[in-house]
């Protein structure tokens, strides 16, 4: 692969859903054996902080630091069914001992963006809170024009963050490598391509989310994760179809003897 072409087609966000959804189901016991299995690691982490931080008289705000582990956890893991998926949809005939690889591999970059994503999004979040709870104080047109433009800035950076995971996988193939600034300035780019596709993606893969967490949270312990990474993973290949960095694959069309109709 190479890292940038120009483009040769419009990207179509339901061909990516369905392929995307296809793929999930086609490897349906993968997604719910991995997705859970990223669940419990997650949990198991998160019941240990929550251990740890018990025995703290006086939980200040610093005492969220705690948490941290457990997030940390389940974006390695999630860094490890990203790689599977991309190995999936590629037809490079992945097994599930993979996912162990792709977080060893993608170990030290994967940390790097992931302390980046949380830092900025802290920080993005923070500053629209506090412009907000300033107009509601205070009013004023300048707390109400910073607000807005805060919450501009927050929803860009969310839109960017659907494909970082993608991207740093993809990466790997890439001559630039997995880097932090590059994922940070190829996912600015491509959001800023695409408006239409990435709200889109946006907006569905919310909606999915909210799908999986009505029975008691189940789908988001046994499928949200898995499921997700195939469809964000065909989104960003649709994308590259686009740019003419990957070929698309030719439609299968099954081979039926030709009959008269009866």
Same mark, same amino acid.
């Given at each position: 692969?190479?890292?940038?072409?120009?483009?040769?087609?419009?990207?179509?966000?339901?061909?990516?859903?369905?392929?995307?959804?296809?793929?999930?189901?086609?490897?349906?016991? %993968? +997604?719910?054996?991995?997705?859970?299995?990223?669940?419990? @690691?997650?949990? @198991?982490?998160?019941? =240990?902080?929550?251990?740890?931080?018990?025995?703290?008289?006086? =939980?200040?705000?610093?005492?969220?630091? #705690?948490? *941290?582990?457990? #997030?940390?956890?389940?974006?390695?893991?999630?860094?490890?069914?990203?790689? %599977?998926?991309?190995?999936?949809? %590629?037809?490079?005939?992945?097994?599930?001992?993979?996912?162990?690889?792709?977080?060893?591999?993608?170990?030290?970059?994967?940390?790097? *963006?992931?302390?980046?994503?949380?830092?900025?999004?802290?920080?993005?979040?923070?500053?629209? +809170? &506090? $412009?907000?709870?300033?107009?509601?104080?205070?009013?004023? /047109?300048? $707390?109400?024009?910073? !607000?807005? @433009?805060?919450?501009?800035?927050?929803?860009?950076?969310?839109?960017?963050?659907? %494909?970082? /995971?993608?991207?740093?996988?993809?990466?790997?193939?890439?001559?630039?490598?997995?880097? +932090?600034?590059? @994922? /940070?300035?190829?996912? $600015?780019?491509?959001?800023?391509?695409?408006?239409? &596709?990435?709200?889109?993606? &946006?907006?569905?893969?919310?909606? $999915?989310? +909210?799908?999986?967490?009505?029975?008691?949270?189940?789908?988001?312990?046994? #499928? &949200?994760?898995?499921?997700?990474?195939?469809?964000?993973?065909?989104?960003?290949?649709?994308?590259?179809?686009?740019? !003419?960095?990957?070929?698309?694959?030719?439609?299968?069309?099954?081979?039926?003897?030709?009959?008269?109709?009866?």
């Amino acid at each position: 692969m190479t890292d940038e072409q120009t483009p040769s087609k419009p990207a179509s966000l339901n061909k990516a859903l369905k392929l995307g959804f296809r793929a999930a189901y086609d490897s349906l016991g %993968y +997604v719910v054996a991995a997705s859970f299995a990223a669940f419990l @690691i997650t949990a @198991i982490v998160l019941t =240990l902080m929550g251990l740890l931080s018990a025995n703290v008289k006086q =939980l200040h705000p610093a005492g969220m630091l #705690l948490g *941290l582990p457990a #997030l940390l956890a389940a974006w390695l893991g999630a860094v490890g069914i990203f790689y %599977y998926a991309k190995k999936a949809i %590629y037809h490079e005939a992945p097994a599930p001992a993979d996912t162990l690889e792709g977080i060893r591999k993608l170990a030290g970059p994967a940390i790097a *963006l992931f302390v980046v994503d949380g830092l900025v999004s802290a920080l993005l979040l923070g500053d629209l +809170v &506090f $412009f907000l709870l300033a107009f509601r104080a205070n009013g004023g /047109l300048a $707390f109400a024009a910073l !607000g807005i @433009i805060s919450a501009y800035i927050a929803l860009m950076w969310f839109l960017m963050s659907l %494909y970082h /995971l993608p991207l740093l996988v993809a990466q790997l193939t890439m001559d630039s490598g997995p880097k +932090v600034l590059v @994922i /940070l300035r190829k996912s $600015f780019l491509i959001a800023a391509d695409n408006p239409g &596709f990435t709200v889109g993606l &946006f907006v569905a893969i919310i909606a $999915f989310a +909210v799908l999986c967490a009505l029975p008691a949270m189940i789908g988001i312990a046994l #499928l &949200f994760p898995g499921a997700a990474a195939f469809v964000l993973t065909c989104s960003l290949r649709e994308l590259f179809i686009k740019y !003419g960095i990957v070929e698309e694959e030719p439609e299968i069309v099954e081979d039926k003897p030709w009959k008269l109709p009866s």
